[in-house]
């Protein structure tokens, strides 16, 4: 008897909640199932599953026991794939990006990606937490901003601009500020990041926005900017649509900082796996240009796209 015999049964069971259901995933019966678990019970010497007519459910030695089963099996998974069928992604790929870049740019290229790619399950987590790939099981993040985990492979797939702007409404009585310090005595809509970024001479220069209103949401900033609330910053997929019909207009211009990179994050050790380095490089491909189509700079302009066309 292997010590790996009843494993792959008592994973599928305690992800299905249900033997019958964990015996249809592997394609087994469900006699089959009972019997390897009641075995590995024996073997372990240790009740994994509180049994019920109705409900199976994992016992507090069960979930320790799960959680580095699925882990180990994940990683035997993996290693079969790597070196058995190294161009053919397959098994189950966990991506995380934060909420709006994931619905608009990054679900859509995992998408088409998927589809490209029979053999592989796709799982993606939108969130604005900062997520440890290593700890909770992910396979790739998309993230802006500076990466110093160790643990962490980094590879830039594409950049954004970073736009200062207020509605006219707001602009009339309360004028434009002409430095960034100048910001000080203005209203500011803080969104989810908590500085503003700036390139005075060539240094980087930092404001720390304050004002009535703050929402984690792009959207709900850029609604109040539009109203006349007060300025706010944001990656220029937020603000384009709105100056070029003139709602909102461009400020501190002359100081605008550098494109913000964006990076497909993956732990060291799955950097090597078809399903990761192929994801990787089809955002490299794909992400740039969704994020930045070629007419963008004319958006800059009000008036220059016709009426109707699309960021």
């Known amino acids: 008897m292997s010590n790996w015999d009843g494993i792959d049964e008592f994973i599928s069971v305690a992800t299905a909640g249900s033997f019958t259901r ?11 199932v009972s019997r390897s678990i009641m075995a590995l019970e024996q073997r372990v010497q240790a009740l994994l599953f509180h049994r019920t007519t109705r409900t199976v459910r994992l016992t507090d030695t069960g979930r320790v026991f799960f959680e580095r089963c699925e882990r180990i099996a994940k990683d035997r998974d993996e290693a079969i794939a ?46 604005n937490r900062v997520i440890d790939l290593v700890g909770e099981g992910f396979d790739v993040a998309v993230r802006t901003g500076t990466v110093n985990d160790p643990r962490l492979i980094a590879t830039r797939v594409a950049s ?12 009339a009585p309360a004028g434009r500020p002409a430095s960034v ?23 980087e220069v930092i404001h720390r926005p ?37 709602m909102v207009e461009l400020l501190l211009e002359d100081v605008q900082p550098d494109d913000e990179p964006i990076w497909a994050v993956y732990p060291q050790r799955r950097h090597l796996l078809p399903k990761v380095r192929q994801v990787v490089d089809c955002l490299l491909r794909e992400l ?15 008036g220059a796209w016709a009426e109707g066309s699309g960021i």
């Open 210 to 246: 304050k004002g009535r209103f703050r929402c984690n949401s792009g959207h709900a900033v850029m609604e109040a900017c539009i109203s006349g609330l007060g300025i706010c910053q944001l990656p220029d997929f937020y603000i384009l649509p709105y100056l070029k019909h003139g």
């Open 160 to 171: 954004r601009t970073l736009y200062t702007c207020a509605a006219p409404s707001y602009l």
């Open 22 to 32: 964990g015996a249809r995933a592997l394609g087994v019966s469900t006699t089959h």
């Open 288 to 302: 740039g240009p969704a994020m930045n189509p070629p007419r963008r700079e004319e958006a800059i302009r009000p």
């Open 82 to 127: 790597l070196i058995g069928e190294r161009s053919e992604p397959q098994g189950e790929l966990r991506v995380t990006c934060s909420t709006a870049m994931g619905e608009r740019f990054v679900a859509p290229i995992i998408r088409r990606f998927a589809m490209q790619h029979p053999k592989l399950a796709v799982s993606i987590e939108l969130s």
């Open 181 to 203: 310090e100048a910001l000080a005595g203005h209203e500011c809509i803080a969104g989810s990041a908590s500085t503003w970024h700036f390139k005075v001479d060539g240094q």
